[in-house]
């Protein structure tokens, strides 16, 4: 073992640039980061800046730098699709062959809706591809009277049914959402997750949604890093959505949070606490659903400066033998045409105390080489359905 713990932080959707194959999805020219330190006139980043985020897009107001401390790479998805739970399975060793279904642009099929109001006993209204916030403001005050169920989807592979608290109970409406699970593990509907939005407030103007929040996800299709690490005895932290998006397979720990900065000062915590090695797994994900899906560069840019300085805490109470790794899932270009995830390579920065010879390491071809570089740290031999290579020059240089 060469690191004691490791944080691998997920900027979810802060892409770097859009991969060769971007055609495909319609996103040839989408980079993430480029675009919004472009519509902000530069970004406020100090901390990245000195890690080397330079080296892996020219943000404006960040300079070429030494970072003898830190590794910068770039990395292309080997899966097919630009899904949230296909870029964060791959980086545990899983290649996604056949992308998730989606629905944004049409909605579900008659034939599900009808299916679930059978089953529910109630009607069903949205359908369609939404914000989750503006739709309360659309359809909350009629779920409210009618005691209907709202369903709605987006860029991601997922069913989402809202509904407010004083109505329908939480358990209630967890229940509805097994019941759409079930309906939605046919293959012909087959949907990365189902999530439980519940709501309260009286009117459009004051609903607001609950931490009360569920995610029915589809399990791993084969076995991961985690599930490797926890058999081996290790810590597997999961903090924000990383439990949900891995149905809870191969967690040792979960913690729930309610924005980016939240996670981060869990997570922090937990940088406190040295009676634990493994791994702690953060995802902050209102990068994608508060800016990227809403189109907001400002917003998005103003949260990475946030982000920041935050990363400027944790790099403050780590040990000399932890590592912080910084990457993404895909990319969310909010300048991009319409509202959906862009195929994009993601950053990976690399930080230790320890490290004494960083630099550029260029691009590699699969996001997978974070799990396999995590499992090679530990001594933990890697599944043989994983993909992945370790990523050598982090961990010679600590042996």
Not at 97 to 117: A, H, V, W, Y
Not at 240 to 257: A, C, E, L
Not at 358 to 374: M, Q, V
Request: aromatic share 8%.
């Amino acid at each position: 073992m060469k690191f004691k713990r490791i944080f691998l932080i997920v900027c979810d959707s802060m892409g770097a640039g859009f991969m060769d194959d971007a055609k495909k999805y319609n996103d040839y020219g989408a980079n993430t980061l480029l675009h919004i330190s472009n519509a902000c006139n530069g970004l406020n980043i100090p901390n990245l800046n000195k890690l080397g985020i330079h080296d892996i897009v020219e943000i404006k107001n960040t300079d070429k730098v030494e970072h003898k401390s830190s590794y910068t790479l770039k990395l292309n998805e080997a899966s097919n699709g630009k899904d949230t739970m296909t870029g964060h399975w791959e980086m545990m060793g899983i290649k996604t062959e056949k992308p998730f279904k989606t629905f944004t642009d049409t909605g579900f099929p008659k034939e599900l809706i009808d299916e679930l109001e059978e089953k529910t006993g109630r009607k069903v209204i949205g359908n369609k591809a939404a914000s989750g916030t503006e739709i309360l403001v659309e359809l909350g005050e009629e779920q409210k009277r009618d005691g209907s169920l709202i369903v709605y989807t987006s860029a991601d592979s997922v069913l989402q049914i809202a509904a407010h608290e004083e109505v329908i109970s939480v358990p209630e409406l967890y229940h509805y959402c097994d019941i759409a699970r079930e309906i939605c593990n046919r293959p012909e509907y087959l949907l990365g997750r189902i999530i439980a939005r519940p709501f309260l407030g009286s009117d459009k103007n004051s609903f607001k949604r609950t931490p009360n929040r569920h995610d029915l996800a589809l399990s791993p299709t084969g076995r991961t890093a985690m599930n490797d690490l926890k058999d081996a005895d290790y810590t597997v932290s999961c903090v924000g959505k990383i439990n949900d998006i891995f149905n809870t397979s191969g967690v040792t720990r979960t913690v729930k949070t309610v924005s980016n900065s939240d996670g981060m000062e869990k997570t922090i915590a937990q940088a406190n606490e040295n009676d634990w090695t493994g791994l702690l797994f953060l995802n902050l994900v209102e990068f994608d659903s508060e800016y990227g899906h809403r189109r907001d560069p400002e917003g998005y840019g103003r949260a990475i400066e946030t982000f920041d300085k935050e990363l400027g805490q944790l790099i403050d109470v780590i040990n000399d033998d932890d590592l912080i790794m910084i990457t993404a899932d895909h990319g969310n270009d909010p300048t991009w045409t319409g509202t959906d995830h862009t195929r994009e390579k993601v950053p990976l920065l690399c930080y230790s105390k320890s490290f004494k010879n960083g630099c550029y390491l260029g691009e590699r071809s699969s996001f997978a080489d974070i799990g396999k570089t995590i499992l090679s740290n530990f001594n933990v031999k890697p599944s043989s359905n994983e993909i992945g290579e370790a990523i050598d020059e982090l961990l010679k240089e600590k042996a």
